[in-house]
């Protein structure tokens, strides 16, 4: 690329980025802090609503998303801060912008010895959600031998690179930081959501009643590689305590400890999260025997944990307490609402998703305003701290009117707190 047309495309991301950055210094932006705060803080003001895992495919409104930058370094920054004015803009509730630009240290993890076989349909190929057939790859003994330790590896000079070019671009216009990995890219204990892509869900469901011993050797040898796994990216200082989204719920927090030297980061400093999507098709016991046991241990040495993603756990809110420094539980629409808040009442977070297919398959404002009304009742009887977040979003039926009319009604919901 030549240095005129580099400096245009360079102007164009500065133009941009001095955008977002006015709207993260604003004070309507500063005040999602203290909210999301408030909320991790179990000292609510009001609950916080969030919209993630969008459709973007359907929602490139106005042109929003349409990129002008050719140099693929300066298309990333580009793409970086149209989504998010996109999501502020159109559909931000309580949206945060970071006003620091994090570039993540860029780190390689070897395989587990065994790789995924699987079969993939879609019915759009711009949407990132599409059907999985897996194949059995952990069958026997012999099979989970060949799971092997991962080695971690900081690629020190490229993420170098990223940080200066960053930080010559936009450097004068907004603080750029560098930061490591958190529990959303390589430090969750997700091993079922693992196993399943290994083995298929159907094979590891007879499995755990026709073979709980094989079942719970995968379950030791994975949660003893993930542990080994944590154990190296906190020794080798690659944690990172810039958290302002856990899964798609808000991470700010007064409630961690804050190291002086953010080099030396450690587990205790940060956010955990622990999922076992699959056990929402079993009963508790098997749950406890077969996830808590094992979560319970990855999790300990975690400042926070954030438990649970789609499975329903209105019901086994009891198994969760054992997992240490649990502060934030996942209530699905597929969950008792009125249930979990009461079992939860001030020990955690609730963390409610409403339904994604009410703004997927149509939209009944009256259906949408009977859920959040739900949620908000049940959460203020049982005096809980409470996100709300519609995610899972495979698609809005190419009608962005459903996402923007949702997050209305969302507020006007939470505003009547």
């Known amino acids: ?13 500065r133009e941009i980025a001095a955008k977002y950055y006015n709207t993260a210094m ?32 359907e929602l490139n409104i106005d042109g929003c998303l349409d990129c002008a930058c050719e140099d693929p370094e300066l298309r990333k920054l580009e793409s970086h801060f149209r989504y998010w004015l996109a999501r502020h803009k159109y559909f931000g509730c309580d949206l945060f912008l970071n006003p620091v630009f994090l570039v993540t240290k860029q780190v390689s993890v070897s395989g587990l010895g065994v790789e995924t076989e699987e079969r993939v349909v879609e019915t759009n190929k711009n949407n990132y959600i599409k059907a999985h057939q897996y194949f059995d790859m952990l069958k026997t003994e012999e099979d989970l031998d060949k799971l092997k330790y991962q080695t971690v590896t900081y690629n020190e000079e490229p993420t170098k690179k990223s940080f200066e070019f960053a930080a010559d671009i936009i450097g004068d ?18 091993l079922w959501d693992v196993v399943a892509r290994l083995r298929g869900v159907e094979n590891m469901l007879m499995d755990f009643a026709e073979r709980p011993e094989f079942m719970h050797k ?23 305590v810039e958290q302002t989204y856990i899964h ?13 030297d953010f080099d030396d980061i450690k587990l205790n400093n940060i956010w955990g999260r622990a999922v076992a999507q699959i056990f929402g098709s079993v009963s508790k016991e098997m749950h406890d025997e077969f996830d808590i046991t094992y979560s319970s241990e990855a999790m300990e040495p975690f400042g926070m944990v954030y438990y649970g993603c789609c499975e329903p756990l209105d019901d086994r809110i009891d198994i969760l307490k054992k ?3 649990l502060s ?9 609402i009125n249930r979990a808040a009461e079992i939860i009442g001030g020990d955690y977070v609730v963390a409610a998703k409403p339904n994604p297919a009410n703004v997927s398959t149509g939209f009944d404002e009256d259906v949408i305003r009977k859920e959040l009304k739900e949620i908000v009742d049940a959460v203020k009887r ?19 009117d459903n996402l923007i009319k949702w997050a209305q009604i969302a507020m006007e919901t939470v505003n009547d707190y």
């Open 1 to 13: 690329m030549d240095n005129i047309l580099f400096a245009k495309e360079r102007k164009i991301v």
């Open 26 to 57: 604003s004070g309507e932006n500063l005040e999602k802090a203290r909210l999301f705060r408030a909320v991790n803080n179990k000292k609510m003001i009001r609950p916080v609503v969030l919209i993630d895992e969008i459709p973007w495919f």
């Open 173 to 190: 216009i907004m603080p750029v930081k560098l930061t490591g990995l958190s529990c959303d890219n390589g430090l969750g204990h997700a």
């Open 218 to 240: 995968t379950a030791r040898k994975m949660t003893d590689i993930l542990i080994d796994r944590i154990r190296q990216i906190e020794e080798k200082g690659l944690l990172g």
């Open 248 to 260: 798609c719920t808000p991470a700010l927090t007064d409630c961690l400890e804050r190291p002086g």
């Open 323 to 325: 997992i240490k420094n």
């Open 328 to 336: 934030k539980v996942s209530i699905t629409p597929w969950a008792d």
């Open 382 to 400: 049982n005096n809980c701290s409470c996100d709300i977040v519609l995610k899972d979003i495979s698609t809005v039926a190419g009608k962005p």
